[in-house]
């Protein structure tokens, strides 16, 4: 696991404390969100197959047939620590930007592409699937424990929850949109931990063309940086885009996007 960067205070109030934390994580390209918590699965060598591919066995993933020019393994994601009824929110919105394409392509911001019915993909084990733009920064709360042997709960659908919501309340195993943390008018999203939760993980969804069964990490490239707060009040002092994020972006802007290969 990439280590994160934190600082706690606790806060003050009437009633029993809650935990004040800052985290700083960078979520990169490769980081899969349907496998958060999941420190049982072996990944596989790059090339090689994940089992049967099927969500339905929790044995993998899908990925290219041929090599990428990447060879990019699947990465499980980083998490911070929440008890339930902690309010999570974005402190600065989200920067960088991810590549998911094979070879050179334009990336993606935290926002993800297209629109927010764009991607349609299946559960995988004990996380519910993702609907909503293409290849967004999401996050999903888990417990202590592995999330396989349990039925995924439902799919949160932001092609009608749309991303201007000011709270969130979502299950655990239930991925939400994160985004760049803000709505459009400039408002930072509170999220709120489920009663069991321990853990929030950070990553991305895919799959190929962003529909169907998870998977097609193996060409990402680049990464989101956050910086998040538990129990705390956004700054709205902006994070700086990192200088080689700025020439990643000048080099491929011009570039025309590549379509995924089929599996």
Known sequence: MRSLLISAVMLAGLSTPALAATFTVNVDGTDAIFLAG?????IPAASAPW???SPATEDGMLRHSGATPEEALETLPDSISVAGGDVVRVLDPVVGGINFFNGPGVLFGPEGNSTLTSSSISSFGGISGY????GALVGVFLANSIPTGV???ATLDFGTIGT???TLSPEIGQIFFIGDGQT???????FVAPVSATRLFFGVPDAFGFNGVPGAYDDNDGSYQIRVGVNEVPTLTPVPLPATALLLLGAL??????RKRNA
């Open 253 to 258: 802007g011009g570039l025309r996007v590549l």
């Open 151 to 153: 039925a995924p709960p």
């Open 38 to 42: 999941r420190t049982d699965i072996p």
């Open 51 to 53: 089992g049967d591919s």
């Open 184 to 190: 459009s008018g400039g408002v930072f999203h509170e």
């Open 131 to 134: 609907k909503g733009t293409q």
């Open 164 to 166: 201007d919501f000011a």
